[in-house]
């Protein structure tokens, strides 16, 4: 497969968008006719006619998370991943698991075409965020089942990179590696990144801008496109660039990539998947147009295994741009929240994540940018009294100074997005940090 001008596929990844959008969909209807010919599907697809155009997706039915979770529920021994399972089982050779962050973890089956593709599809999302011949990559996941685990070895290896999988082990060894190894891209959340920068001076004995990370690619959570996050990773590593990286499991595990020019993350899944951007209310179809947002739905038009039509991501994106000086001509976006995270302060709606945003746009000098919202129970998503938010400070933060910013925020928040929070200080290390995904809500013990 041919490499030029930096780009991983450039057949695809130059290929105008509303071409490519009008070539996948002439993909959809072999795609239902082959779900048609399984009971699991044709009930769904009955009242579904002839797919001509873009617009005539929205004839065909949204398949939803709690639609996957059903279907695994009533698994049977010869179909153990449930009646989306469309291949023998002899025929699997990989499965995968979701996190589980937002629910009980749901599994995918891959086929041996499913395990090339996706290694291909993820080989492309790496190269767009800065990995190829010459980089030795720190993957810190440490669970091998989940989209952050295999699958993104696989693609860092099929990008070109020198897989350093350091993950899993204590923090004492990981840094090690890092500092053993001259890594010089970083895998890792968001929150993490920052959080391991910290860890590695505790037990190097020198700053992690001693050693050779110049690139952090993080993903797993919304975070690094907040621009008070992304600056606090780069000075944290001395690094020179942050690339956002997102994918879902369920899925591809890796969809968008933020290339060396930033400003969003590109689509990078074509062929593979087609998606589209609708209004979360109405399902009307958004166009890919700058300032544009809408939730982002996903059809796998090659997956063999396990493929879904339409399915509901729960992810909420802003269009940022539909070209880009790199030559990619998919559209660039930051996720701005998801549907599940969703809070309601009395009549208005909030994501955690334009908190988050709020607070360290004024906070930054005395906060580590490592905060969660506190909810009563799992269930709650109402709150009449102002939302309680955990704010880990610097250690290094003026107590003074401190208490003045964050009360500067907390009005912010209140102007900009009418909304009230509760503010509680926590020193560094009460708020845990995973190696993998981190809520930015949680609901407290009983």
């Known amino acids: ?21 009008a070539d996948q969909v002439q993909e959809v209807p072999c795609l239902i006719e082959r779900l048609r010919a399984h009971e699991a599907w044709r009930g769904r697809l009955a009242d579904v006619g002839g797919i001509r155009d873009f617009e005539d997706l929205r004839t065909i039915p949204f398949t939803t998370k709690d639609d996957i979770r059903a279907a695994q529920a009533a698994a049977i021994p010869d179909r153990p991943l449930g009646d989306f399972q469309l291949v023998p089982t002899d025929r699997l050779r990989q499965v995968t698991s979701s996190s589980g962050t937002t629910g009980a973890p749901t599994y995918f089956g891959l086929t041996a075409q499913d ?35 295999m699958p993104y070895a696989d693609g860092i290896r099929e990008a070109g990179g020198a897989l350093a999988w350091i993950g899993g082990q204590t923090t004492a060894r990981m840094a090690q590696a890092m500092d053993r190894l001259r890594v010089n891209v970083l895998v890792a959340t968001a929150s993490f990144a920052a959080h391991f920068a910290d860890r590695c001076r505790e037990e190097l004995g020198r700053p992690a801008q001693e050693l050779s990370v110049r690139t952090v690619i993080a993903g797993g ?24 990286f997102m994918g879902l499991g369920d899925v591809l595990p890796a969809l968008w990539a933020e290339c060396a020019e930033g400003g969003g993350m590109h689509f990078t899944a074509a062929p593979d998947v087609l998606v589209e951007l609708v209004d979360p209310a109405s399902g009307e179809h958004i166009p890919w147009e700058p300032g544009a947002t809408g939730e982002a739905v996903y059809t796998t038009l090659t997956r063999e295994a396990s493929p879904l039509l339409r399915f509901r991501s729960g992810d909420h994106m802003s269009v940022r741009g539909v070209d880009c000086a790199c030559g990619r001509t998919a559209p660039r976006v930051r996720c701005i929240g998801r549907t599940d995270d969703m809070l309601i302060y009395k009549a208005m709606n909030v994501y955690p994540s334009a908190i988050r945003e709020v607070v360290l746009d004024i906070g ?47 009005e912010a928040v209140r102007e900009r997005l009418r909304v009230r929070i509760a503010p509680e200080l926590r020193p560094v290390g009460v708020i845990p940090v995973s190696d993998y995904k981190n809520a930015l809500v949680y609901a407290a013990p009983d």
């Open 364 to 410: 930054s000098p005395v906060l580590t940018g490592t905060m969660r919202i506190r909810k009563s129970s799992r269930e709650q998503v109402r709150f009449d009294e102002p939302i309680p938010v955990e704010l880990e400070v610097r250690e290094t933060a003026d107590t003074s100074q401190a208490a003045q910013l964050i009360a500067r925020a907390v």
């Open 221 to 244: 959570e919304p975070g690094a496109g907040v621009p008070h996050i992304r600056r606090m990773i780069l000075d944290a590593w001395g690094a020179t660039r942050v690339s956002e």
């Open 1 to 21: 497969m041919s490499r030029d001008g930096g780009l991983w596929d450039p057949e695809h990844d130059r290929r105008p968008w509303a071409q490519t959008i």
């Open 115 to 149: 395990v090339a593709r996706w290694r291909h599809a993820i080989g492309n999302a790496y190269r767009t965020a800065g990995v190829g011949p010459g980089t030795t990559v720190a993957l810190t996941t440490g669970m091998a089942i989940v989209a952050g685990g």
